[in-house]
């Protein structure tokens, strides 16, 4: 047949128009019936503009026999998006083609682990924007290759190189299933829809394995895996699920050679907060309400907290500062006193490698009674993940500035600032510290000899007397053991001024990584 | 109806509502006890105290049911 442009374009058109078909139509509306979106919709919804790469890339249908009856595009759409303005590698799985399973037929992956839209990110230095639904293997893909696969021959290189390089995003809607999960959990940040699931093996594997019986969601539904820390934040729908993404990424540079993007902030840094006087009870038995304290120091309606269902006695999340981009730390005295357990350490640690690999500085508000005790706290392995804790404030290379809200005792506060940068920690004169609180304190050092007085209880409000007249915050300002003591009411405006004038370090700091490893998931 | 749940492990330290009795939002409800704070748990609504899940001195976990307050 010889060469029409007029048929070229039309064979061109037709195999564009099945593409569009995805699986098909009976397919797009059982996906459709669960209230989820199609890949398609899903970078419709994400993106201004979207130019797509492989979409004529296709998949034999094959019946149960093993015949070919057709062919179907294959389960990955990808491509370069613009978010906001911004230039993404944007991608997701395709549920209505074999469950959205691997596209090991083909001879470059398009996406999922180290597929064609991971080397467009890692390439062009750009975002990756990952929508994740997929069964995981299947053994279609052994059937293809007529040999079963040893799964060490995948290379993980390209997703573990992209969290070091460019933020990685990720949203969970149906269900997400052995490698989509581990696809998932690889990012800076990740979030699900609250109908989806995700785990490393569904409920028929654990019967068989285990013998246990659980639905899907008491397996690993948003609750459990937000509460685990497998996946940051819970949406209501993927609406929600694509404004948290967008929001996300709104305060983190297009790769780690950048800075994050400074808005205008409409707060003045000048505005006082006399409502903290309001927030912080002067009874310190009582706590306060850890986001209205936030809230009322950052840009307003800035805030976007991050993990919020997991190591709850540390909050965590992203807001601004005059306009720039901040991580915020801050013990939470209404979960564990705020004493830092293994999950809250866990957490501290995910959050603030992800602020030092992208220039972010941390403003970190301290009431922390120290590491968690008791029987589960040890069995938890609470020391191991305190030091780790500790290990990434100390690793860290943006500035830390931390507000001595109330407590900050024992080991515990070793993780709120590094002593061997600038450490400035500015105390609230709220502010109290020691080795250990008075009361636990005086009873391990003299307990024996207020047991053996003649009047103990006396005895006992004698010593505490003497040790709560060491612990007035004044007397350590005075030896300057913290730098500041600041009218709590001022601290947006001391506090923007030193992250403004810590930008030309940061800016003197982009380079590349030392480390292969920058997040660990 | 919604029901406030705990977002700690604690002790049940002071009830201070009964059921059947109406409350504003921000009212407070109980308090637990937990690493020697005092910790408040709120009406999210205004509305009646149909249940207290719970008697003074109860250990609770981290989501168990407190107060569950009608519309």
């Known amino acids: ?521 | 109806m919604s029901t406030i749940q705990s977002d700690t492990a604690g002790s049940v330290w002071k009830i201070l509502v009964t059921e059947g009795q109406e409350v504003s939002e921000g009212d407070e409800l109980l308090i637990l006890e937990s690493m020697k704070m005092e910790i408040p748990f709120e009406a999210e609504h205004d509305g009646r105290v149909e249940k207290i899940h719970v008697a003074e001195n109860d250990l609770v976990q981290d989501g168990d049911d407190l107060v569950t307050v009608s519309e």
């Open chain 1, 1 to 521: 047949m010889t060469f029409t442009w007029e048929s070229a374009l039309a064979e061109l058109e037709k195999r564009r128009a099945l593409s569009r078909q995805l699986g098909g139509e009976r397919r797009v509306q059982r996906q459709k019936d669960q209230g989820r979106l199609t890949i398609r919709e899903r970078i419709e919804a994400m993106t201004d503009e979207f130019q797509e790469i492989g979409e004529f890339t296709t998949v034999d249908e094959v019946d149960a026999n093993g015949n070919v009856i057709g062919k179907l595009p294959a389960g990955f759409v990808c491509g370069l998006g613009t978010v906001d303005g911004r230039t993404v590698a944007i991608g997701g799985e395709d549920f209505t083609i074999r469950g959205g399973a691997p596209q090991t037929y083909l001879d470059r992956m398009k996406g999922g682990l180290g597929g064609f839209v991971e080397d467009l990110a890692h390439e062009y230095k750009i975002p990756l924007m990952m929508f994740v639904e997929g069964i995981g293997g299947d053994v279609t893909a052994q059937e293809d290759m007529g040999h079963a696969y040893l799964v060490s021959s995948m290379s993980w290189q390209r997703s573990f190189d992209l969290l070091t390089e460019v933020p990685v995003v990720g949203m969970v809607s149906g269900a997400a299933v052995g490698g989509a999960a581990a696809r998932a959990v690889l990012s800076h940040f990740s979030v699900m829809t609250k109908d989806s699931v995700i785990f490393a093996g569904g409920p028929p594997l654990v019967r068989r394995a285990l013998g246990i019986d659980l639905t899907k969601e008491e397996l690993g539904g948003a609750r459990i895996a937000t509460a685990s820390g497998a996946i940051d934040n819970i949406a209501e729908d993927e609406a929600d699920a694509i404004d948290q993404m967008k929001t996300f990424l709104s305060y983190l540079p297009q790769n780690v050679w950048e800075l994050p993007p400074r808005t205008e902030s409409e707060d003045p840094v000048t505005r006082r907060a006399p409502e903290l006087l309001k927030i912080i009870p002067e009874n310190r038995r009582q706590p306060y309400k850890v986001n209205k304290m936030i809230e009322a120091i950052v840009d307003t309606r800035s805030f976007f907290e991050i993990g919020p269902n997991w190591g709850k006695s540390v909050v965590t999340g992203l807001a601004r500062m005059d306009g720039m981009s901040i991580g915020v730390v801050a013990s939470n005295p209404r979960h564990l006193g705020g004493a830092l357990d293994a999950s809250a350490a866990e957490k501290q640690v995910r959050f603030v490698d992800m602020c030092s690999t992208f220039h972010i500085p941390i403003l970190y508000f301290v009431d922390v009674p120290g590491f968690m005790v008791g029987p589960q706290a040890e069995k938890a392995n609470v020391v191991r993940w305190g030091m780790r804790a500790i290990q990434s404030i100390i690793e860290a290379e943006v500035p830390i500035v931390t507000i001595q809200v109330r407590k900050a005792y024992g080991l515990a506060a070793s993780a709120t600032s590094n002593p061997d940068k600038l450490g400035l920690r500015l105390a609230w004169p709220t502010g109290e510290w020691g080795d250990l609180p008075i009361e636990g304190g005086v009873e391990a050092a003299y307990g024996r000899q207020i047991a053996e007085a003649d009047d103990p209880a006396r005895m006992r409000a004698q010593v505490e007397a003497r040790m709560a007249e060491l612990v007035d915050p004044w007397r350590t300002a005075e030896a300057f053991g913290v730098e500041g003591m600041i009218d709590p009411r001022e601290t947006r405006e001391i506090v923007a001024a030193f992250f403004n004038a810590s930008r030309d370090a940061m800016k003197s700091q982009i380079h590349e990584p030392k480390r292969r490893w920058s997040v660990r998931p």
